[in-house]
């Protein structure tokens, strides 16, 4: 949702609870018109060079183009007339750069920033900038504005080495006399109070700096945690006052050229020492869609994606952002739109012959993973990650918790009554003479550190026997521990796992269907959710015990759904301090792929982990139940959608009304999944004839 705004100077309000959104997209200005701007200096070729421009903007949309050979350093837009107010605050914009074959004057050469004032004009209040840096260089860039840490937090503290490609720009400069021009990526700033204070009773900020690809993946990011915020324009304030009090202090919104004067003011570039972006190789700068928000723990709804605010801000999820929700911890797909590169590539252009094929990299490296040579293919279109054979392993160095790098978090209990839910599009391809075949393990482990397989989840194999009649089979084992079990000297793992006909998976090796050979299975989606609960509440300590609450496989091509009956067999898991897990460690996404030395392969689509919020900790529906569109997506396919979104809503149908009779027979036929859900999609029959959204 946008909000057309007169000029610069008078952004529009959007009232959400106690939160303020600001949103610019330029398509209220005449095109060529000039978009009102702040500059440092009074002189008259500065005050008119940001112009609204026709098909400039993302998707051919109306943007703001700026003279890049005219503005000196320092030239800023902000808005003077309001501001926001929150414990949470945020400001971001996208832009667009062309560049060309100058090495940057810099080292860390600065050339677009957003940021937060204090107050709305140049010449007063402190301003917290996000820039981004030109460095190698011109060939990767980084991060500069809110320090390297708490311990050195000086704003000319740079962070990140990133390839160019990340925002689309070629990883090496452009030919003499040539130009490139970047995708529209997004530099997102946001500063967030915890409501604690250092020893001198300053308040203490987590802040965070991103920069988003034109697909909204984040491609890099900087956390700087418990920084304090007591500098006004480079002198320290007092040891107690504070820049900014959450709730309280009113921050404007900023888009900027930051000054770079590398060499005195005597560059062969800048001349002056002033011209930042001609300084910087920069002859293109455009840039759209300034949104600023502020936002306070309340039962507000800001981004209207169905989660509170509180809510939102208690489980670490962007309040102003509706693609992110409090319960997807992370969801990958291994897409170029990701960050991720293909690690084979043929030879002599025949991928019909894979014995030409060049392994040139792995998984690990790429985008926070760890571990051994997985291979990423296919990331142009759908992204896979695959293994066959050699025992690989890798880990996601992203933390259940929060931790970063395969560091763990451990301070802390693990919440008891908290769901954890991983879901996997997962397919594997067997020998052409059908045999028992270990196939993956996915799960967790309390690190990331070593190569080293999962230390808790579930394991799977191929089964060979009945081949020649149902396929053989597909063994699941909800606990890994489980697989090769021994009872009295005797292996009793069958008697623990989860068998799917092997033709239920679409494997037939030995042609019993008759459409051919088949080794390859059909895409499978695996569900595997697991609850903390404590046997012993009284002593205050979790024991550190899981329950299964669900493993499910979806075959993705039949759409067949094969459940474990948990209440049937259920598993529990005690994961204990010994084996350095929940509570007192974090946990990360890990699989073991290849477990065999035949010709079988693993192959992983999708990984999503989710921390499922329980009943009662989001809020019920209001009862405001509104229906905001409805029709035919195609002669068989109807389709309702609704607000405010969520659940706790239904689709009832009735096969048509016979009010005289009282036969009009109601049955529930959907319900919302999530907590953003507001749209159903359903098959028509002919009997349909009435259709109801309700609350439950």
Same mark, same amino acid.
């Given at each position: ?82 501001? $926001? ?34 107050? +709305? ?97 984040? $491609? ?20 107690? #006052?504070?820049?900014?009090? +959450? ?47 502020? $936002? ?41 739109? #990701? ?152 292996? $009793? ?30 895409? =499978? ?5 697991? =609850? ?86 989001? +809020? #019920? +529906?209001?009862?405001?139940? #509104? ?42 036929? =959907? ?26």
């Amino acid at each position: 949702m946008k909000w057309p705004l007169a000029t610069m100077f008078s952004f529009a309000f959007a009232g959400l609870g106690s939160s303020q959104l600001i949103v610019e997209d330029f398509e209220s200005f005449a095109d060529g018109s000039t978009v009102p701007n702040q500059t440092f200096t009074a002189e008259t070729d500065q005050m008119n060079l940001m112009v609204a421009t026709a098909g400039s903007g993302v998707n051919g949309s109306q943007g703001v183009v700026l003279d890049t050979v005219t503005a000196n350093g320092n030239y800023r837009m902000a808005d003077a007339d309001g501001g $926001v107010v929150g414990t949470f605050y945020q400001v971001k914009s996208k832009f667009q750069l062309t560049v060309n074959d100058l090495v940057p004057e810099a080292a860390n050469h600065t050339i677009v920033s957003v940021g937060l004032s204090t107050q +709305p004009e140049w010449w007063n209040g402190a301003n917290i900038n996000l820039s981004l840096t030109r460095r190698d260089g011109g060939k990767r860039f980084g991060l500069t504005g809110i320090g390297k840490d708490a311990l050195e937090p000086q704003s000319w503290q740079i962070t990140g080495w990133e390839a160019n490609s990340g925002i689309g720009l070629p990883n090496e400069l452009p030919l003499a006399g040539e130009t490139a021009t970047s995708d529209w990526f997004e530099l997102v700033l946001t500063l967030e109070s915890k409501g604690t204070q250092d020893a001198e009773g300053r308040e203490l900020w987590d802040m965070k700096g991103q920069v988003l690809n034109s697909g909204g993946v984040v $491609v890099f990011e900087h956390v700087v945690v418990d920084r304090v915020l007591t500098t006004n324009q480079g002198n320290p304030l007092s040891v107690t #006052e504070n820049l900014v009090v +959450p709730g309280v202090t009113t921050l404007y919104p900023v888009v900027s050229v930051p000054w770079v004067d590398p060499d005195g003011g005597a560059g062969p570039i800048s001349g002056n020492g002033y011209k930042t972006l001609p300084g910087g190789g920069v002859t293109g700068f455009v840039f759209d869609d300034v949104i600023a928000g502020g $936002v306070s723990s309340d039962d507000g709804d800001a981004d209207g994606d169905g989660y509170p605010n509180n809510i939102e801000l208690t489980y670490g999820s962007d309040p102003l952002n509706a693609q992110s929700d409090p319960e997807t911890i992370f969801s990958l797909g291994f897409t170029a739109g #990701e960050g991720y590169v293909d690690t084979v590539v043929d030879d002599n252009g025949t991928p019909e012959e894979p014995a030409d094929d060049i392994i040139t990299g792995t998984l690990s490296g790429q985008n926070g993973w760890l571990g051994q040579g997985l291979t990423v293919v296919d990331t142009d279109g759908a992204g896979q990650i695959c293994a066959d054979g050699g025992y690989l392993r890798a880990h996601y160095g992203e933390g259940l918790r929060g931790g970063t790098g395969g560091v763990a978090v451990t301070d802390g209990d693990f919440e008891t009554g908290r769901s954890i839910e991983l879901v996997v599009d997962y397919s594997f391809t067997i020998d052409d003479i059908p045999s028992n075949i270990n196939l993956a393990v996915l799960g967790f482990r309390p690190d990331s550190i070593g190569n080293v397989p999962p230390a808790q989840g579930f394991s799977m194999k191929y089964g060979a026997f009945a081949a020649d009649s149902i396929g053989g089979s597909l063994r699941l084992f909800p606990d890994l521990k489980d697989e090769g079990r021994m009872e009295n000297d005797v292996n $009793v793992e069958n008697d623990y796992a989860f068998f799917i006909d092997g033709h239920d998976v679409g494997v037939d090796p030995l042609n019993v269907l008759g459409n051919g050979v088949d080794t390859e299975s059909d895409p =499978l989606r695996i569900t595997y959710v697991i =609850l903390a609960e404590d046997e012993t509440p009284e002593d205050g300590l979790w024991d550190g015990l899981f329950t299964l609450q669900e493993f499910t496989v979806e075959n993705l091509a039949s759409g067949e759904t094969f459940t474990f009956d948990t209440v049937a067999n259920p598993r529990s898991f005690l994961w204990m301090e010994e084996n350095a897990f929940f509570p007192y460690q974090d946990a990360f996404f890990a699989l073991q792929f290849g477990r065999n030395n035949k010709g079988a392969q693993d192959c992983l689509d999708q990984v999503t982990v989710k921390n499922l919020l329980q009943d009662g900790i989001l +809020p #019920e +529906p209001t009862g405001d139940l #509104e229906i905001t569109d409805s029709g035919f997506v195609d002669a068989d396919t109807f389709f309702i959608e609704f607000a405010p979104g969520g659940a706790g809503y239904k689709v009832t149908t009735a096969p048509g009304l016979d009010f005289a009779n009282n036969k009009s027979d109601v049955t529930t036929t =959907l319900a919302p999944a999530g907590a953003g859900d507001n749209r159903f999609e359903f098959d028509v029959t002919e009997t349909s004839g009435y259709f109801r959204v309700e609350a439950e």
